[in-house]
T-cell receptor, first 117, second 116 residues
Framework: AQKITQTQPGMFVQEKEAVTLDCTYDTSDPSYGLFWYKQPSSGEMIFLIYQGSYDQQNATEGRYSLNFQKARKSANLVISASQLGDSAMYFCAMREVITGGGNKLTFGTGTQLKVEL | EPEVTQTPSHQVTQMGQEVILRCVPISNHLYFYWYRQILGQKVEFLVSFYNNEISEKSEIFDDQFSVERPDGSNFTLKIRSTKLEDSAMYFC??????????????FGAGSRLTVL
């Protein structure tokens, strides 16, 4: 069974600083994918970034980058130059391919990020 | 940008009543999902749907739950007889492909269900 662990229930960061949100995972499947989603207070789930288990390079999307350390089974999200609008809940998730079709995401418990002036 | 649309955004119902939550997935997507998030907790998988049938369901998705794609555009989640513990945010999601790779699930804004 797949497992995602986010050990930081809450984080604070100063505006314009960088912040790292931790995520560790456990799976016996050699092929897997890791996602980060952002959930602002309005409730929607917004896709941020994806990392495949066989990807040679760490994923980057604008101010978001993923520090993927396969041997440590960690996939930490780094947000550079934090903005007030980054204040939200952040979820790490792992993809499992469904035999009958589709992907199932297993989510972590999330990290509530607060960006301060 | 294409989006997944969910209605209603909030529904309040009495325990024992039937509820239907509606979703319009992105038009070229082939895989459809329902997830739920009880207040303050993590997002949990309920069911996946492909080629007009359920491809996988979780232990949460018992006989009280059903899904349907009645007309080729809508994707619905029905709860036959709601219980207090069904109170949650229900997210619909869809994806274009379903294998390995960067198959991003696009989520809707959610339907908040409150059972009294």
């Amino acid at each position: 069974a797949q497992k995602i662990t986010q050990t930081q229930p809450g984080m604070f960061v100063q505006e314009k600083e960088a912040v790292t949100l931790d995520c560790t995972y456990d799976t016996s499947d050699p092929s897997y994918g890791l996602f980060w989603y952002k959930q602002p207070s309005s409730g929607e789930m917004i896709f941020l970034i994806y990392q495949g288990s066989y990807d040679q390079q760490n994923a980057t999307e604008g101010r978001y980058s993923l520090n993927f350390q396969k041997a440590r089974k960690s996939a930490n999200l780094v947000i550079s130059a934090s903005q007030l609008g980054d204040s939200a809940m952040y979820f790490c998730a792992m993809r499992e391919v469904i035999t009958g079709g589709g992907n199932k995401l297993t989510f972590g418990t999330g990290t509530q990020l607060k960006v301060e002036l | 940008e294409p989006e997944v649309t969910q209605t209603p955004s909030h529904q309040v119902t009495q325990m024992g009543q039937e509820v239907i939550l509606r979703c319009v997935p992105i038009s070229n997507h082939l895989y459809f999902y329902w997830y739920r998030q009880i207040l303050g907790q993590k997002v949990e998988f309920l069911v996946s749907f492909y080629n007009n049938e359920i491809s996988e369901k979780s232990e949460i998705f018992d006989d009280q739950f059903s899904v349907e794609r009645p007309d080729g555009s809508n994707f619905t989640l029905k709860i036959r007889s709601t219980k207090l513990e069904d109170s949650a945010m229900y997210f619909c999601a869809s994806s274009e492909v379903g294998g390995s790779g960067a198959n991003v699930l696009t989520f809707g804004a959610g339907s908040r269900l409150t059972v009294l």
